[in-house]
């Protein structure tokens, strides 16, 4: 058995194993649209404990010009609202949309609704339900609203979000609405769903108003997609760092276990 020593530098082990996994996982997604690298930090406690932290790092990540028109990178902090298929709203960083089979923004892969601005009301809108009553009685349901873009007309986005319809035949332009960017006051306590997609939490605060546009710190970019956050030199360098950690780890092992044999052996030979 393990002394105090042994216990420590085993979980010391495990933890760096682990941390040389998230490592390898940023490395492999530095093509990964929205992706946002982990980084583990290694903590000593007043009794020796070595306490592991991971938390998600936010910073932006570099823009690449893809000339696809429903490709769209945030250049600033925020995030794209979507809607998943229980209604329950996600955040993400992924902008690679595609029209639906109505002409309806979704994203590309997933096909989750995006979120349009209500602008000057922020609210859900109230329309007649015409066939039905609700569990209150009531003849009214709460519908939110879709961002439709007519198949005839050419779609133009701005750094605001504005999605613009322009005939392709008159040059006339029309509005259409405008996409929906949030932010969090604590986005590294956002808990994360896979592929990019985030729900809030305690920890990350409500959904926050963000300023955005070509005079604000966040933009809207048409026809660019955000690629990974990852360092390529520094993730190597941790690589190199972790493996060497690991390998001084278990000759700790090693010694310590060698030990035990000879104490152990010293007790057999002495009854």
């Given at each position: 058995m393990f002394n105090k020593l042994g216990y420590q530098t085993v979980r010391a082990t495990e933890g760096s194993s682990e941390a040389l996994a998230k490592t390898i996982e940023n490395i492999s997604n530095i093509k990964s649209v929205g992706y946002k690298k982990k980084q583990t930090t290694f903590i000593e406690t007043l009794?020796?404990?070595?306490?592991?932290?991971?938390?998600?790092?936010?910073?932006?990540?570099?823009?690449?010009?893809?000339?696809?028109?429903?490709?769209?990178?945030?250049?600033?902090?925020?995030?794209?609202?979507?809607?998943?298929?229980?209604?329950?709203?996600?955040?993400?960083?992924?902008?690679?949309?595609?029209?639906?089979?109505?002409?309806?923004?979704?994203?590309?892969?997933?096909?989750?609704?995006?979120?349009?601005?209500?602008?000057?009301?922020?609210k859900p809108i109230i329309e007649i339900n015409k066939g039905r009553k609700n569990a209150l009685g009531l003849n009214i349901e709460v519908t939110t609203p879709k961002l439709i873009i007519p198949a005839d007309l050419v779609p133009e986005i701005s750094?605001?979000?504005?999605?613009?319809?322009?005939?392709?035949?008159?040059?006339?332009?029309?509005?259409?609405?405008?996409?929906?960017?949030?932010?969090?006051n604590n986005p590294q306590g956002l808990e994360s769903v896979g592929k990019g997609f985030y729900?809030?939490?305690?920890?990350?605060?409500?959904?926050?108003?963000?300023?955005?546009?070509?005079?604000?710190?966040?933009?809207?970019?048409?026809?660019?997609?955000?690629?990974?956050?990852?360092?390529?030199?520094?993730?190597?360098?941790?690589?190199?760092q972790m493996k060497n950690l690991i390998s001084a780890q278990f000759k700790v092992l090693k010694v310590i276990d060698k030990l035990y044999e000879q104490v152990n052996y010293t007790i057999s030979k002495s009854v």
């Amino acid at each position: 058995m393990f002394n105090k020593l042994g216990y420590q530098t085993v979980r010391a082990t495990e933890g760096s194993s682990e941390a040389l996994a998230k490592t390898i996982e940023n490395i492999s997604n530095i093509k990964s649209v929205g992706y946002k690298k982990k980084q583990t930090t290694f903590i000593e406690t007043l009794n020796g404990e070595i306490i592991r932290h991971e938390a998600k790092d936010f910073s932006q990540g570099p823009l690449r010009k893809t000339t696809e028109v429903f490709d769209l990178a945030l250049d600033g902090p925020g995030f794209f609202e979507v809607e998943l298929p229980n209604g329950q709203r996600a955040y993400s960083r992924a902008g690679c949309f595609r029209l639906s089979s109505e002409g309806e923004l979704v994203t590309a892969d997933e096909g989750y609704r995006v979120i349009p601005l209500i602008e000057g009301v922020g609210k859900p809108i109230i329309e007649i339900n015409k066939g039905r009553k609700n569990a209150l009685g009531l003849n009214i349901e709460v519908t939110t609203p879709k961002l439709i873009i007519p198949a005839d007309l050419v779609p133009e986005i701005s750094e605001d979000g504005t999605v613009n319809g322009i005939n392709s035949e008159t040059g006339e332009k029309r509005k259409i609405g405008r996409i929906n960017v949030v932010a969090f006051n604590n986005p590294q306590g956002l808990e994360s769903v896979g592929k990019g997609f985030y729900l809030p939490t305690k920890l990350s605060g409500q959904v926050q108003e963000v300023d955005y546009g070509p005079n604000d710190s966040t933009k809207v970019k048409q026809g660019y997609l955000e690629y990974g956050n990852v360092d390529i030199t520094q993730e190597m360098m941790n690589v190199t760092q972790m493996k060497n950690l690991i390998s001084a780890q278990f000759k700790v092992l090693k010694v310590i276990d060698k030990l035990y044999e000879q104490v152990n052996y010293t007790i057999s030979k002495s009854v």
